[in-house]
């Protein structure tokens, strides 16, 4: 996972330099990477969440900002049953308005699909 996480963050700052400041990696105290934190130039950050079986979160944190959060993540809530796309699903704004998730299954692509998706916020805040 470790260099799933390196690429994503390579491609985060050379990609996304007017909205990606930093990238860091976070660990276990044993050493296994646990998740990858981008710091956002307004503040907020995008925690990637990557696992070996397949599961994932892609979360944008604004609620020290504005109260909103934006993620995407597929674990398999029963609340969420009923959305098209389960157990994908989309958190716009806030924990409990969940929507289909469009995000591409590839860890690359919908890191840059979320990324473009945050860019694009910033420029019409």
């Keep these: 996972m ?3 996480y390196q690429k994503i963050s390579s491609l985060s700052l050379s990609e996304y330099p007017d909205i990606v400041e930093e990238a860091q990696t976070h660990y276990t105290p044993s050493g296994t990477p646990t998740k990858l934190r ?3 130039v307004d503040g907020s950050y995008l925690d990637i969440w990557l696992s070996d079986s397949g599961k994932y979160s ?3 944190e604004r609620r020290h900002i ?3 959060l934006y993620r995407h993540d597929n674990a398999p809530h ?9 157990p994908k699903h989309y958190h716009e704004g806030s924990h409990d ?3 289909e998730s469009n995000i591409p299954n590839d860890p690359t692509q919908a890191a840059i699909a979320f990324l473009t998706f945050i860019r694009e916020s910033l420029e019409t805040a």
């Design 78 to 86: 029963p609340k969420w049953s009923h959305v098209k796309t389960f």
């Design 58 to 60: 892609y979360h944008w």
């Design 38 to 40: 981008l710091y956002i």
């Design 97 to 99: 308005n969940v929507q």
């Design 66 to 68: 504005n109260g909103r």
């Design 2 to 4: 470790e260099s799933l």
